[in-house]
């Protein structure tokens, strides 16, 4: 079973920065698999917010954060790095990573992904 740890998540004042990391757990890797950053604020629907292909390096990012997020899986690919820049008070949520296999999915959206990390909270303050 595919196994996801996220992190990097906190507090943090409007215009500030956070790096979330999603690591895959030992043994495993992201090699042909598609790898996506999640956020979902209470009250609202599970949305895609960027996510990387691991075999062609194509990314995809939501309206709300282009420009402001970035997405990066490492040379091992072993992690994937969402850094978030320029945070505002809309960003608050809870942040999750999944996973797919290459192939499997057609875009960033929730139900298109097969393995998820817990989530970790991110806080923007006015």
């Known amino acids: 079973e595919v196994q996801l740890q996220a992190s990097g998540g906190g507090l943090v004042q409007a215009g500030g920065s956070l790096r979330l990391s999603c690591a895959a757990a030992?043994?495993?890797?992201?090699?042909?698999?598609?790898i996506g950053w999640f956020r979902q604020a209470p009250g609202k629907e599970r949305e895609g917010v960027s996510c990387i292909s691991s075999d062609s390096g194509g990314t995809y990012y939501a309206d709300s954060v282009k420009g402001r997020f970035t997405i990066s899986i490492d040379a091992a690919k072993k992690t994937v790095n969402l850094q978030m820049n320029n945070l505002n008070p809309e960003d608050t949520a809870v942040y999750y990573c999944a996973t797919v296999v290459e192939g499997d999915y057609n875009g960033c959206v929730a139900y298109e992904f097969d393995y998820w990390g817990q989530g970790t909270q991110v806080t923007v303050s006015s």
């Open positions: 030992s043994g495993f890797t992201f090699d042909d698999y598609g």
